[in-house]
């Protein structure tokens, strides 16, 4: 039965641009000693004219968090550019739900209330609801779906040194991109296996949760790649191209656009709305 007054939880996480990612990775985790608990980083969310990002997280106290985004490329404006557009988006206020049916109840009392759903995204660890209030500015409901757990805050750790290492502070568009970052990201993970014999490319890197597990499903049974432990992640490498149709693996939008989040080795050929390939 459909409950139209539900309850909310808290606040999930807020969240801010951020076009100095090396300071503000310093501040929030060495200053203000926030642990890092999550990073995305996907190509536009497989937008036109959405720019690359990093998203990451850092734990706020009481179930809560505090996020930023990083846009690959673009320079600081000096105010907000108003509700709408990505950095619109980032600018926004998630509450808490703990269960399906409330996320269920909450989007059945947001309708009857004639309030428009924008979206409803399943991310990697969360399920999301997308509104906004009457001034257009972008809200959230959000159910965790799965607890970050030691391999996310490893993980996060990894992804914010090569997006420091990469960008330091300041755009640098003509010459740096996201895939500058996946692969010194690819790297790092490689580094972190110092007895492994030799490095096969092109490869790529999935951490070990449930989010990516049909992928890593799908490389196991295709012809001509394999799939190796790697401590937290999964190496999927071949010894020509790495082909993957998105169909193939099941996985949403959201997800799909992340899933070079763990590196690679060698070049990609191919990043769309239908497949990925990475050639040596």
Known sequence: ??????????????????????????????????????????????????????????????????????????????????????????????????????????????????????????????????????????????????APDGRDAADAELTLQAMIETFADGPNADTTTIEDMWRRKGELVAEASPNEAARIMPALFILDVPEFAPLVAFAENAEGLDVTARGDYRKIHGDTEIIIPRAATGLGQAVWFGILVGGFEGRIAEFSDTKLVISP
């Open 1 to 146: 039965m459909t409950d139209l007054n539900p309850k909310l939880h808290g606040v999930h996480h807020t969240a801010f641009p951020t076009w100095k990612p090396k300071e503000t990775v310093e501040f929030y985790r060495d200053v203000m000693g926030l642990k890092p608990i999550h990073a995305i980083t996907a190509k536009g969310w497989g937008r036109d004219v959405h720019p690359d990002f990093v998203h990451f997280f850092f734990e706020a106290g009481e179930n809560s968090a505090i996020a930023f985004f990083y846009y690959i490329g673009t320079e600081e404006m000096a105010e907000p550019a108003g509700p709408r557009g990505y950095l619109g988006m980032a600018r926004h206020t998630s509450w808490t739900v703990e269960s399906e049916e409330e996320l269920e109840d909450w989007k059945a009392r947001l309708e009857a209330k004639g309030v428009k759903i924008s979206e409803e995204v399943q991310h990697e660890v969360i399920r999301s609801l997308y509104f906004r209030d009457p001034n257009g500015y972008p809200l959230e409901i959000s159910l965790t779906t799965r």
